[in-house]
């Protein structure tokens, strides 16, 4: 890792260089992703509707974690958030749909009980990546002089926290046990990332609780990192 960021001059206020921009996005790739792409931050949709659909109906993680409805941040903040920012490093991560659509993993993950086939582990692991790569960009944004901040996908009690009763930021003045994992998913802020996806020509299947292996050529989680120009710790 440490030679990958010296790609990136370290330590300055630098205004946006498209070979940094580049060099984010390839990191994405890099570090995991299955594709990446650059785009305005004008271009990231946020829709109060996507935030709503954790709650109505409620999904089971909807009051469970600090990062999802209805905690975290508003769709008006949300939207004033992105318009502090130049662009995005959109990137996604492809999964089996034997995995993303195993016949029972929605029952064990609502349940909390992990399946003998291994297929919770492994999507956790999938969810686990998507959260690494916006948080090893978010570092190599920051080390180049440049605001940063990045949305993940899912929650982040079932990777980071599976076997603990509660969310520790919800209940104890410790805060998070995972501050430099855990983030806000696109969609808990309302972020359409499916239009998103497929304004970048991404083909995308949404996968609900009775969804079958078959019916879907894979799962896609996505995420986005924020870029600007300046230092910007502002959440
Ligand atoms: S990682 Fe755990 S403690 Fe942190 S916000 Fe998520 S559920 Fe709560």
Redesign the pocket.
């Given at each position: 890792m440490k030679s990958d960021t010296t790609a990136l001059k370290q330590g300055e206020a630098n205004p946006l260089k498209n070979e940094d921009v580049e060099f984010l996005r390839k990191s994405a790739i890099d570090h995991g992703a299955d594709e990446a792409v650059i785009i305005p931050a004008s271009d990231v949709i946020v829709d109060p509707r996507v935030r709503f659909k954790c709650m109505i109906p409620k999904c089971y993680m909807s009051g469970?974690?600090?990062?999802c409805p209805p905690h975290g941040l508003s769709v008006r903040e949300v939207k004033d958030l992105v318009a502090e920012y130049e662009l995005g490093v959109f990137f996604r991560v492809k999964v089996d749909s034997k995995i993303i659509a195993a016949a029972g993993i929605h029952e064990a993950i609502e349940q909390g009980l992990a399946d003998k086939k291994g297929n919770l582990m492994n999507l956790g692991g999938n969810y686990i990546l998507v959260f690494t790569i916006i948080k090893v960009l978010e570092k190599y944004a920051r080390q180049a002089g440049y605001g940063a901040y990045g949305f993940g996908a899912g929650?982040?009690?079932d990777p980071?926290?599976f076997l603990?009763p509660?969310?520790?930021?919800?209940v104890s003045s410790k805060?998070?046990?995972?501050?430099d994992?855990?983030a806000f998913s696109m969609e808990s802020c309302g972020m359409d990332a499916y239009t998103m996806a497929a304004r970048v020509g991404w083909d995308h299947y949404p996968i609900g609780g009775t969804c079958e292996p078959d019916t879907v050529p894979r799962g896609s989680l996505m995420g986005i990192v924020l870029v600007n120009r300046k230092k910007n710790e502002a959440v």
């Open positions: 469970g974690c600090a990062h929650n982040c009690k980071f926290c603990q509660v969310c520790q930021r919800l805060g998070c046990r995972n501050p994992l855990s």
